[in-house]
């Protein structure tokens, strides 16, 4: 379990991470999810002890990362594939990184053949594709057996495969009982992988749900309904309070009802159906609708021109890193 609790970070004038409170439970792949700078890296460090909370705390288990004797063996975390020795072997990057933890050796390989890595051990890190990186840190994330996993931007650069392979493997670390944060600014690709979302815009929390909820919630419902008495139904429709009713395609589109009382206004006017489905906005919709005033620049087109829109007002700069 991962509790943060008014979390901020400021790098001089620039907030980062903005009173932030969310909690991200074991058994599910949890989403975290904004647009870029929304401030998902600086709270994965912030976990982590990478990075200190001008105001506010997180904690890992109860404790913060800095308390747990070992870390590895509590929270693994995959941050930047290639931070690693470049002239290292896969193998020995992490025999160095267990023996740091007191993890038994026999260990490494286990979790290289886990990951895929097992023929390619024995080569340098630093000659590894992205992918290949990508794999060797989860590898690292993997080899003191944690309950908790943070990933950010795991399937960045990857191929379809490598995404399907991710994919798989956080299902299966959260099936296992296990707490899986995992941020993506690939909404499909979270809409398909993540069963709960905690959604930030400029350092704030926009919203914390399931997935599902969450796109519900943010694009709204509409159920499509056909009838041979479109007319008759239409009026019925547009007279219960609540209902907002368009026509398309020869079909009525009805917000603000259920699909249960769209059926059910129908049949107190015998009204035969032809068809009544609940249509479902996707993820990507409901994170725009969402997100828009939290995304930090908007890039847009101003004649010839593309220029960027500063939200603290300093047009087309990037804060400092
Ligand atoms: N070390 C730093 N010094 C100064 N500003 C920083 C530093 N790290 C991050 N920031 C700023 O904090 C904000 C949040 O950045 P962060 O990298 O956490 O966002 P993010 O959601 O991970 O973005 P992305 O999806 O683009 O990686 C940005 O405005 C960024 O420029």
Known sequence: MIEAVGLTKRYGRTVAVNELSFTVKPGRVTGFLGPNGAGKSTTMR?????DRPTAGDVLVDGRHYRDLPRPLRHIGALLDAKWVHPNRTARAHLRWLAKSNNLPRQRV????????????AHRNAGAFSLGMAQRLGIAAALLGDPQILLFDEPVNGLDPEGIHWIRQLMKRLAAEGRTVF?????LSEMA????????IGRGRLIDQSSTARFVERASGTAVRVRSPQLERLRTALASTSGAGVRAEDGALVVTGLTSDQVGEVAAAQGVVLHELSPQRGSLEEAFIRMTSGAVEY?????????????ARGAEGTEGTR
């Open 46 to 50: 912030m976990i982590l002890g990478l």
């Open 109 to 120: 390989d286990e979790v290289l053949e886990l990951v895929g890595l097992g023929s390619v």
């Open 182 to 186: 995992v941020s993506s600014h690939l």
């Open 192 to 199: 398909q992988t993540a069963d709960e979302l905690v959604v």
């Open 298 to 310: 908007h890039a847009e087109e101003s004649g010839e021109h593309l220029h960027l829109r500063g």
